[in-house]
């Protein structure tokens, strides 16, 4: 199973942890309250060389029904843990895990609130990172797009595919249509350390990345750090 990368801009990120960075809000569950914790702290193993790597587990409002000791309920607070790594000379941090993107956003937004660690959303025009990556020379293509909003007669989103898909009239004439949005699109990206020589990566407008294989963290990084400095340099 593949993984989720979320990229976010370093504001704030001290460079030793003299103890663990914690952030907390109370919520209210199944009527109670309770507290909600993110933590971080310093990884024991660093497994990819050059990049720091820290945890993060991350506790928050979670809807869900189920039933413990005969009693029902629709919500939990939920934990998550979460990877990040970030390196000198590189303004972003990089979370990798299982959960949706959203889970490691919140987890900053509450650190960013309450500690020294304050790193920030990426957004990324899609439309004008299509054109760098085009520019780019770079061994990367653009495999589909899917466009929202888009407020047409009987269209309002819509997926594009296929060969030179950027290149079509649909893709131009969507990319000029008034409030229309390039949410998300799946790249091509050529590396020989795959079997057939390439594998698909899907990047959203959130500064998410998704791709279905399951990689090494390593491979993981450098893929987010080649695509992140064509699109967000």
Not at 103 to 128: G, H, M, Y
Not at 183 to 188: F, R
Request: neutral net charge; contains cysteine.
């Amino acid at each position: 199973m593949g993984k989720v990368i979320t990229i976010s801009e370093i504001t704030e990120f001290p460079d030793t942890f003299e103890s663990t960075a914690v952030g907390q809000e109370s919520v209210l569950i199944e009527g109670g309250e309770a507290v909600a914790e993110t933590r971080i702290y310093p990884a024991e193993v660093n497994d990819v060389e050059s990049f720091q790597k820290y945890e993060i587990k991350h506790s928050q409002k979670y809807a869900i029904e189920g039933k413990i000791w005969n009693r029902e309920f629709r919500e939990i607070l939920r934990t998550f843990n979460i990877s990040v790594y970030k390196k000198a000379g590189f303004d972003f941090a990089v979370t990798i895990g299982n959960s949706k993107g959203n889970f490691a956003r919140a987890a900053f937004k509450r650190l960013s609130n309450q500690t020294s660690v304050k790193c920030s959303p990426v957004e990324i025009d899609l439309i004008l990172a299509v054109e760098q990556i085009i520019q780019s020379n770079s061994g990367i293509q653009i495999n589909s797009g899917w466009f929202s909003q888009l407020n047409l007669p009987n269209l309002n989103n819509a997926l594009l595919q296929g060969d030179d898909v950027n290149r079509g009239a649909d893709w131009q004439r969507f990319k000029q249509t008034q409030g229309a949005s390039l949410s998300n699109v799946e790249l091509i990206v050529y590396d020989n350390d795959f079997p057939n020589g390439y594998i698909l990566i899907s990047l959203s407008k959130r500064g998410f990345l998704y791709c279905k294989k399951n990689l090494t963290n390593s491979k993981y990084l450098e893929l987010t750090e080649r695509i992140l400095r064509i699109v967000h340099p």
